[in-house]
């Protein structure tokens, strides 16, 4: 990885944000990472077909993944490797296929050992379709992709 002299935190967000865009599941969804800063990370995604329930809107799972992805790449900042604790995630609206979702995680709490997330995933009309509220552990070591 080639750093930024001038600015090496700009270098690791856009680094994060390079290999967010090679990530299988990410990739597999389509899921694009808009921006990575210092404990926060936006990502979106179009609902597709193959992301419908049984009721003909945008599967849980698809939207947690949206999030779970911002999230990822939000406590993965600090310079220290983080994992996801817990995510607990309340849905408040439906997305249908072909709505754009954006998912923001920002941190609202950190420590040594622990950052604490929250995570709002939005349709593109600025609707509410689901929030989050995400622990992290942080390890003594960098992220092993930084």
Do not use: W
Request: charged content about 20%; proline content about 4%; some cysteine.
């Amino acid at each position: 990885m080639q750093r930024d002299p001038e600015n090496p935190l700009n270098s690791t967000f856009e680094t994060m944000k390079n290999l967010s865009l090679d990530e299988p599941l990410a990739r597999t969804m389509g899921i694009k990472c808009l921006e990575v800063g210092e404990g926060s990370a936006a990502c979106s995604m179009t609902v597709t077909e193959g992301m419908k329930n049984l009721f003909g809107t945008a599967h849980g799972g698809a939207i947690f993944a949206l999030m779970d992805e911002a999230f990822q790449l939000a406590c993965n900042t600090r310079g220290s490797a983080s994992y996801a604790l817990n995510v607990s995630v309340t849905y408040v609206a439906a997305a249908r296929v072909g709505d754009s979702i954006r998912a923001v995680a920002r941190e609202i709490s950190t420590t040594s050992r622990t950052g604490v997330y929250e995570i709002t995933a939005q349709r593109g009309d600025g609707a509410l379709i689901a929030t989050a509220q995400a622990v992290a552990y942080r390890k003594k070591e960098p992220p092993p992709f930084l």
